[in-house]
T-cell receptor, first 112, second 115 residues
């Protein structure tokens, strides 16, 4: 069985300040983990993924995430928020036969 | 860059009617998926499809739902007799393999409204 918990449903940051979106997972095997972003009225775009290579993963638009097995976490960070980062972010764990489980999502608000 | 496309972007139907949602996966991908997202809720897995067969399906995917790859490019989701609770955004996705490390690429979604 696998599950994903996104600890914050809403996060609000000021433009230019750091972003932290938290994700914890549970999985009975070595997981593959992904972060997707969904802008309003748009589809799901892959930001980055972890697949048991480097634990610090860099993605698009300056985002990165660190896989911490001891904490079962895969938090998403960005050093400096931009207005265009306002969107909903989903943490996803992938299991056998590509059955993926989505977190409930975190809406990021960026204040000018 | 190749992308998954879905049509229509928005479908409105009456309760009890049949709807077919269409997807064109990325051309060299072999695995196809449908997900749904009811407004305000999380994205839920419906079904995965490979080699003209369902690989896995969730509890949501009951007898009212069916999937098909009618030709070499399209992948469809049919809902036989729509209910109000079928109103949701439906996402199609595709991947090259079934490896859990492989990325699933999502389409923009079809918003289904059942009246």
């Amino acid at each position: 069985a696998q599950s994903v918990t996104q600890l914050d449903s809403h996060v609000s940051v000021s433009e230019g300040t750091p972003v932290l979106l938290r994700c914890n997972y549970s999985s009975s095997y070595s997981p593959s983990l992904f972060w997707y972003v969904q802008h309003p009225n748009k589809g799901l775009q892959l930001l980055l993924k972890y697949t048991s290579a480097a634990t610090l993963v860099k993605g698009i638009n300056g985002f990165e995430a660190e896989f911490k097995k001891s904490e079962t976490s895969f938090h998403l960070t960005k050093p400096s928020a931009h207005m265009s980062d306002a969107a909903e972010y989903f943490c996803v764990v992938s299991g056998s036969y590509q059955k993926v489980t989505f977190g409930t999502g975190t809406k990021l608000q960026v204040i000018p | 860059e190749p992308e998954v496309t879905q049509t229509p972007s928005h479908q409105v139907t009456q309760m009890g009617q049949e709807v077919i949602l269409r997807c064109v996966p990325i051309s060299n991908h072999l695995y196809f998926y449908w997900y749904r997202q009811i407004l305000g809720q999380k994205v839920e897995f419906l079904v995965s499809f490979y080699n003209n067969e369902i690989s896995e399906k969730s509890e949501i995917f009951d007898d009212q739902f069916s999937v098909e790859r009618p030709d070499g490019s399209n992948f469809t989701l049919k809902i036989r007799s729509t209910k109000l609770e079928d109103s949701a955004m439906y996402f199609c996705a595709s991947s090259e393999s079934s490896d859990p490390t492989d990325t699933q690429y999502f389409g923009p979604g079809t918003r289904l409204t059942v009246l």
